[in-house]
């Protein structure tokens, strides 16, 4: 529900972006200047908060991490754990690269610079969608408070308000 928010927070400051010119903080949308400034500790915060949030959903890391157990030497299993992270980054990274390349030659094609943004609303607020109906099937098989699990479907309702807003037309 956090990467959902944030990638709705993303989506809009884009908007602003595409309206209003380039803003401070979406300046990291540009490779240029993303490659002209050195990090700041703010963006480094933010992607890696981002990471360990992936790295605590779904069994993918377990299932993929497991076999380094079973590895006759420390030695084996560092190659391995080390060629397995390079690999999930790189292949996350080839993702990120083609489907941010593909909206942005997609927004190109159609004349609509704002492509990308709205894609990334979409996958945001299913994102944020997923996590609120997950957080509350949990909620209800662990038998926690009702009261908890009319909070979770509280706040996905304001979140889903909040998303109306933001695709209002200005």
């Known amino acids: 529900m956090i990467i959902g928010i944030n990638g709705i927070q993303e989506a809009r400051e884009w908007t602003r972006e595409q309206a209003d010119g380039p803003t401070e903080r979406a300046a ?11 990090a700041r500790w703010d ?3 933010s992607t ?42 790189i292949a996350m990274s ?9 909206s942005i030659q ?15 609303l979409v996958t945001s607020v299913f994102a944020l969608l997923m996590g609120t109906i997950w957080t509350a099937r949990a909620a209800t098989l662990l038998r926690i408070p009702q009261q908890a699990v009319h909070s979770s479907v509280a706040l996905g ?14």
């Open 28 to 38: 990291q949308h540009s490779i240029e200047v993303a490659l002209a400034n050195p």
């Open 43 to 45: 963006s480094v915060g």
């Open 48 to 89: 890696l908060l981002t990471g360990i949030l992936h790295g605590c959903s779904g069994s993918g890391h377990l299932l993929g991490v497991m076999p380094a157990l079973a590895m006759p030497s420390w030695a084996c299993a560092t190659a391995y754990l080390t060629a397995f992270g390079i690999g999930t980054m």
């Open 94 to 102: 080839t993702f990120t690269a083609i489907v941010g390349e593909a």
């Open 106 to 120: 997609m927004g190109e094609r159609l004349n609509q610079p704002d492509v990308p943004a709205k894609l990334s």
């Open 157 to 170: 309702t304001y979140l889903a308000r909040v998303v109306a807003v933001a695709l209002a037309p200005a």
